[in-house]
């Protein structure tokens, strides 16, 4: 019999010894010299054009800081993730943060430098043989700082994020170590973290779901002042920092960060709204199925299958390598990897936070997953989405530091094209209709996921941070605002809403990158249109999809799709068709379901 797979990551390959490792705290002991050193160079070198062997060494020094502090940062995230309660990977957290903000200063220091040199002595010093592998961000560093604040008030800024910004950010991760349900399981009480909690919504029986769903609602209702005045805090800073650095549309710096025009970010969403009626027949059906008028909130994930079995992880991993082998044996062979390296922290237990990630530990060329597998088909997916992220960094860990610094939006394209890899694999393995139309509703649920939720978190943040402008919102305008989003983005479809959804995701305080949100529908309908690609040319596919992800960090969204796929994202067309692909499957769903 073949030995269980681990389903607990391997934190000690990376750094012996958790939160008290003794390894980390010379790592960090290090990388604070080496930004500090940066830094003071940085500070002293004067004003003026910088000559050729300094802005040499201070490219390396930089690149070598930031894959450190890439390093730094995924640990403690890991730390406490994995353990919400581990205060010391907190206090950690706030170190590393605290340097990151150093080395923003010394960032902000050499783009200035940059900005120094001439027009032609840069493209001359950019082209040369080491740089000319990062001319692209070099080239966008350079332009960028000249659309900020003079360095020294953008120093003071991140300075003052740790404590503000960035501590209100983490202030959240206290809010939801202080979410506990009490819940009856097996003739037992339990106290379920948010984590166990958010899988019961997914549950196969309208009454667990029905609780869970009230119960989970009441529990984030409960400590909705508290994630209030985190939203608002958060949101006060950056509007203020934007105000100071002049920028009036609050969509301007995720744009730059993904890459991405608004014109292209426009004709996404005008298309995705476009997809809205077909998914509404879909909600139909499904109502149908379940027995009800129309489906409620929490509904939606819910399986089509009344005896919906449990997939063991052991059998999770070997579906995941069998639907990537069909296109990739590289990719395949990567998520061997991560499954027989303990790269995967999967363990369904108490005192973990909610979600699933990827992070990338660049100086061991490895990443970890985390997420909490119950064995549903959407922990599948789930980790299928992070094993896309994974392979993703494979392709560019060897390339220079700057160069790896992909945006979230492609980041988005190889997991959601990976999760499709599973999705089509599972399909036709399918032995009966009854496995065909659970897969089905698998693949609508992230459709609807994609250009109905997403959405409705856009509409949200957005509203948000135009009524925030004014003052801060309590508790009972954010509901509103959240209601109305849903609603629309539904098209008010579903027969019960979610006010506290605001509260209760994640991505509404991630603080790393703001409007955490679109770049999902755009890597969800980015990857189905590569689909269509790839399923048009084959096997031969493969090479070119890995090329495309090797070029993410080197060029723009536009420029990325027009010279490997030859599209124009700023038209409709292709957002179009992607979306009529998404939904495609309805109608064979609507048969299926009609014949039970």
């Given at each position: 019999m073949a030995e269980q797979l681990s389903q607990q990551w391997d934190l000690e390959a990376i750094f012996a010894g958790g939160s008290d490792s003794q390894a980390f705290a010379g790592f960090m002991a290090q990388t604070e010299r080496l930004i500090a050193e940066l830094l003071g160079e940085l500070k002293l070198s004067g004003e003026g054009e910088p000559d050729e062997q300094s802005l040499n060494k201070w490219t390396a020094a930089l690149q070598e800081a930031r894959a450190r502090i890439v390093q730094a940062g995924s640990f403690t995230g890991c730390l406490t993730a994995q353990d919400m309660h581990d205060k010391h990977a907190v206090s950690w957290t706030d170190?590393?943060?605290?340097?990151?903000?150093?080395?923003?200063?010394?960032?902000?220091?050499?783009?200035?430098?940059?900005?120094?040199?001439?027009?032609?002595?840069?493209?001359?010093?950019?082209?040369s043989?080491?740089?000319?592998?990062?001319?692209?961000?070099?080239?966008?560093?350079?332009?960028?700082?000249?659309?900020?604040?003079?360095?020294?008030?953008?120093?003071?800024?991140?300075?003052?994020?740790?404590?503000?910004?960035?501590?209100?950010?983490?202030?959240?991760?206290?809010?939801?170590?202080?979410?506990?349900?009490?819940?009856?399981?097996?003739?037992?009480?339990?106290?379920?973290?948010?984590?166990?909690?958010?899988?019961k919504l997914n549950n196969p029986k309208q009454e667990v779901r029905d609780e869970m769903g009230a119960k989970w609602e009441e529990a984030w209702g409960g400590q909705a002042d508290l994630a209030a005045d985190t939203l608002n805090r958060m949101a006060g800073f950056r509007l203020k920092l934007y105000g100071r650095r002049g920028w009036e549309d609050v969509l301007r710096e995720p744009l730059k960060i993904n890459r991405m025009s608004r014109e292209t970010l426009d004709a996404m969403w005008d298309s995705a709204a476009g997809g809205m009626d077909a998914l509404k027949r879909y909600f139909a059906a499904k109502a149908r199925l379940l027995g009800k008028d129309k489906l409620g909130w929490h509904d939606v994930s819910a399986p089509v299958a009344a005896d919906a079995s449990t997939i063991p992880f052991d059998e999770a991993a070997t579906?995941?390598?069998?639907?990537?082998?069909?296109?990739?044996?590289?990719?395949?062979?990567l998520a061997k990897r991560a499954f027989q390296g303990s790269w995967i922290e999967a363990e369904d237990r108490a005192g973990k936070?909610?979600?699933?990630?990827?992070?990338?530990?660049?100086?061991?060329?490895?990443?970890?997953?985390?997420?909490?597998?119950?064995?549903?088909?959407?922990?599948?997916?789930?980790?299928?989405?992070?094993?896309?992220?994974?392979?993703?960094?494979?392709?560019?860990?060897?390339?220079?530091?700057?160069?790896?610094?992909?945006?979230?939006?492609?980041?988005?394209?190889a997991?959601?094209?990976?999760?499709?890899?599973?999705?089509?694999?599972?399909?036709?393995?399918?032995?009966?209709?009854?496995?065909?139309?659970?897969?089905?509703?698998?693949?609508?649920?992230?459709?609807?996921?994609?250009?109905?939720?997403?959405?409705?978190?856009?509409?949200?943040?957005?509203?948000?941070?135009?009524?925030?402008?004014?003052?801060?919102?309590?508790?009972?305008?954010?509901?509103e605002l959240m209601v109305a989003a849903q609603r629309e983005a539904f098209g008010d479809a579903l027969g019960s809403w979610h006010p506290h959804f605001w509260a209760s995701k994640l991505h509404f305080y991630i603080t790393?990158?703001?409007?955490?949100?679109?770049?999902?529908?755009?890597?969800?309908?980015?990857?189905?249109?590569?689909?269509?690609?790839?399923?048009?040319?084959?096997?031969?596919?493969?090479?070119?999809?890995?090329?495309?992800l090797r070029d993410t960090g080197l060029m723009t969204v536009e420029e990325l799709a027009s010279r490997h796929l030859g599209v124009d994202l700023r038209r409709p067309d292709f957002w179009q068709a992607a979306v009529k692909r998404a939904v495609s499957d309805i109608g064979q769903f609507e048969q299926l379901a009609a014949s039970r």
């Open positions: 170190k590393v943060q605290s340097a990151a903000a150093q080395l923003q200063q010394a960032s902000d220091l050499f783009d200035v430098k940059l900005a120094a040199v001439p027009d032609e002595r840069f493209k001359s010093w950019a082209a043989a080491d740089r000319a592998g990062i001319a692209f961000p070099l080239s966008e560093r350079r332009e960028a700082i000249r659309d900020k604040l003079p360095p020294e008030l953008e120093a003071l800024a991140s300075e003052l994020a740790i404590d503000g910004y960035h501590g209100w950010g983490e202030h959240y991760q206290t809010i939801v170590g202080r979410i506990a349900i009490p819940w009856e399981e097996d003739g037992k009480s339990v106290t379920l973290s948010a984590g166990q909690a958010f899988n579906m995941i390598e069998g639907a990537f082998n069909e296109f990739s044996p590289n990719l395949a062979a936070r909610p979600g699933g990630f990827c992070t990338d530990f660049p100086l061991n060329r490895e990443t970890r997953i985390f997420m909490t597998y119950s064995g549903t088909a959407d922990n599948v997916s789930t980790l299928a989405h992070e094993l896309g992220h994974a392979y993703h960094s494979s392709l560019v860990s060897g390339l220079q530091p700057f160069a790896q610094d992909y945006a979230m939006n492609v980041a988005e394209t997991s959601t094209f990976a999760e499709a890899l599973v999705s089509d694999e599972l399909l036709r393995r399918a032995g009966s209709d009854a496995a065909k139309l659970s897969l089905l509703d698998e693949r609508l649920q992230s459709a609807v996921a994609f250009l109905m939720n997403i959405r409705a978190r856009f509409l949200f943040e957005t509203r948000f941070y135009e009524r925030r402008g004014e003052g801060m919102l309590d508790v009972g305008e954010l509901n790393d990158v703001p409007f955490y949100n679109f770049p999902y529908t755009f890597g969800y309908l980015f990857s189905t249109g590569i689909g269509a690609v790839a399923a048009a040319e084959g096997k031969s596919f493969a090479g070119k999809y890995d090329a495309l």
